[in-house]
DNA sequence: ATCATTGTATTAAGTGATTAATACAATAAT
DNA sequence: ATTATTGTATTAATCACTTAATACAATGAT
């Protein structure tokens, strides 16, 4: 696996959000139990406590839950995974669009920009695809 | 003036972020003097030296060049700022349009989160405007 | 000429994130 | 029963960011 971080921000943050991901996504699916905390640290190449940390954090919010020694799963509420899901994408899209008028983009400049780039994002998968 | 900083982040960078939005948007037009170190440090509430740790990046990448009794001066190249807006407008969608891939989100859904969040903001714009 | 303001530099201290090295308790596997 | 693995907790050390308190040199304003 590996992971190349932003030395901009903690580890521990930015796991969330990959952790986050991975549940909004689907690669970690309701229940599942997910790696232990020493076998995530050797795959992020970080320190346990960092995993730790995160983790800790995905239960505070409700997105997994640890058995003191079987392990640790995601929450079984798919609904909750849904709106995790939503919640990322309507913030993201928010920040996004904030962003790019804090930047003084026009409206329709900022359709195009991202139209442009899903247009040529699909290019390069179809490439991918061969 | 003064600023909230996002805590996760260090605060020469989102200075950094900030300026460049400044340039970017018209509101530090080329040529111009901006405030002194100790006056902007005042402004944001932070130390002279984060301040000054910031500037010095905007002249490293030819945004803002010092003359060091008089003051501090926004690049005199318009095309460099123009440069610059679009660079940022073009990385923020990137970078917008990697994440909502990476959860999943499909490319008409994206479309349709920006054009729904533009309406939204342009309704709040149309009612500050009373 | 004098003084305030400018960018710049230096040193020290404090804080938080991270790593490191352990240790403990509980359970599954053997 | 024994062993390995699990989450969890603790303590110390390191590093980067930030603040703080200065100081210096050059220029514009008076």
């Known amino acids: ?28 699916k309701a229940g599942e139990k997910i790696e232990s905390v020493r076998n ?31 392990g640790r799963f995601i929450t079984q509420n798919q609904e909750k995974i849904n709106n995790l899901k939503h919640e990322m994408a309507e913030n993201k899209t928010r920040d996004f669009v904030i962003q790019m008028q804090a930047i003084d983009i026009e409206q329709r400049e900022i359709l195009d920009l991202v139209q442009r780039c899903l247009d040529s994002e699909e290019i390069t998968n179809q490439q991918e695809n061969h």
């Open 1 to 28: 696996m590996s992971y190349k971080f932003d030395e901009s921000q903690p580890i521990y943050l930015q796991l969330i959000e990959i952790f986050k991901t991975y549940i909004a996504n689907g690669a970690w």
């Open 40 to 70: 995530l640290a050797l795959d992020f190449a970080v320190n346990p406590n960092t995993v730790q940390r995160a983790l800790v954090e995905l239960e505070n919010i409700g997105l997994a839950y640890s058995q003191r020694t079987t």
